[in-house]
């Protein structure tokens, strides 16, 4: 039996607060080495591409769970009235292969980006940060504030991305949906110096924030580079940062450091660690206020199953969606 | 909108005749180079294991990608359960937009036995009449089905490990096509003097030894699907005419994948794929006295046009269950 649940069934059960419990749960078990997880597989298409990223995790509450996501990425799709990316991931039960259930992942996919940057800023920016900083205004940007207002003092935002009026709109929904102070910007500059937080979320392929924009003891949370190719930060930056992934084998091919690591601007030695390490409590998150922090994030499988998981167990009490036997 | 399909639903729509029609085209455009293949990947897990198999493929009755998430679970039918099952899911290539969502399973025996059935036609001397089967799973059943449709097959010869499987399999084919099997004890007859033999085992050393393939033979290679499986004695592949799925699958996961390791095949023994075969750009067999080996691993384009098939005949009676994920 599998529970199919469609988007809108799946937002009336999941929220930040959930995809960060869930981020917290899926890397401290990343950490804690209980995660079977190969690097995700791409399909190329003329217009865009597929993902099939796929694992098992081993929850602290003693749930067992593995499955997959099947999500493109489709740049022209807004011209068309789209969402450019969608999303599907299935659970299954790792002792019989059953699938349990078949969910729309495209709520899924953003809430746990964001939680993860939102995990990522507890354990590296700085406890009073209060200035945030965004790179890039689409919908991932949207879920990067949800989540770092959930645990930074966040009071003022700054909204940088190359069509201003993106800007403005996301400045706009920021005001409205969370009440905090955001104007917009139309030089990348102003969103990055001065700030405490800076979040990048565009798909560049060449660097937009400069090092000299970034004060000590800013933290970054690099979310937009993830295929080969792709970058956002002056390797500068990373050379005075202190690097965080979220999964060295597929940072090293798609991440944030892929470029300067494939140019040799960067060695494998100089990445500090993964965000699992901190959640598991192996390595410390920031020691520093004076120090610059970057998370590295690609995107992981073990995020979709924990939150995909936590979702299935709040639909199942609740009595949402449709119980479907695809086997009969 | 994706329509959602289960395993029924799909049984009212899907028989051999469409699989073997739906094969050739994904074989067609395999050698005409109007598919997009990545190998396929997999998940392996304390009491099995899944594979993430998925492509895109240009077909006469259109242009799809997707992708086949199945479970292979060899400790399920212990507990009344199928050991291989899953989901296969069908997306348009030019938005990401998903078209269907369905079980895999019957999908996954009819395309498997289905590209059996085209090796032979292929493969197989044109009036081959006796076909021994190696193995009684799934998988045997649906080579029967498809080798029947391209063969005057009279005759037919079964060995299992599991003897009450080979009575199974026997009792099925009488029923269903009121030939009278036999079930034997050992490999050797059930290879020996055949037309045809199918493996469909999944042992990891051979079970077909050389002086058992007559002149003439054609065998299907169905059971090596991961690094270490193997049916046949390398001896068999060195003297036969040898046609694989796939070259990048086969050489890490097919038949060929141990001898090629080992050193006793090279790849220049490798006569082509199936798919130049079907487009005419090889010959298939030349000789009625050459042996031929058709080395299968199953490709994801093999799901993706039969998926389409079953979609577009589904929609047109009006089955399964039409759901929009993204409301």
Redesign the interface.
Known sequence: MSL?L???EVMQVLDMDLALAAAQEAFQAYGEGRV?M?PK????????D?R?M???IFLAGGDHI?G?K?V???PE?PA?G??TV?A?V?L?D??????RA???G?HITNFRTGAAGGLAAQYLARQDAARLGMIGAGAQARTQVAALLKVRPIQEVVVYDRHLAHAQAFADYAMATHGVQARATAAAAEAVRGLDIVVTTTPSSSPVVMREWVSPGTHINAIGADAAGKQELDPNILKAAKIVVDDWAQASHSGEINVPLARGELTPSQIYGSLGEIAAGKKPGRTSPEEITVFDSTGLIIQDLALGFAVYRRALARGLGEV????? | MSLLLTGSEIMQVLDMDLALAAVTEAFRAHGEGRVNLPPKVHLPVARGSFKAMYGEIFLPAGHICGLKWNANFPGNPRQGLLTIMGKLLLNDPATGLELADMDSSSITSYRTGAAGGLAVQYLARTEAARLGVVGAGEQARTQVAAILKVRPIREVTIYSRTAARAQALKDEILALYGIAARVVEDVAPAVRGQDIVVTVTPSTSPLVRREWVGPGTHINAFGADSPGKQELAPAILAAAKIVVDDWRQCKDIGEINVPLARGELTPAQIYGSLGEMVTGQKPGRTDPEEITVFDATGLAIQDLALGLEVLRRAQGRGLGEVKDFLQ
Not at chain 1, 324 to 328: P, Q, S, V
């Open positions: 199919v469609t988007g809108s079977n190969p597989s791409y399909l190329t298409l003329a217009k865009g597929f099939a796929y694992g098992e593995c997959l099947w493109n990425v489709h799709n068309r789209l969402l969608m599907k299935v299954n790792p002792d019989t292969g059953l699938e078949d969910m729309d495209t479907k036997d695809f086997l009969k």
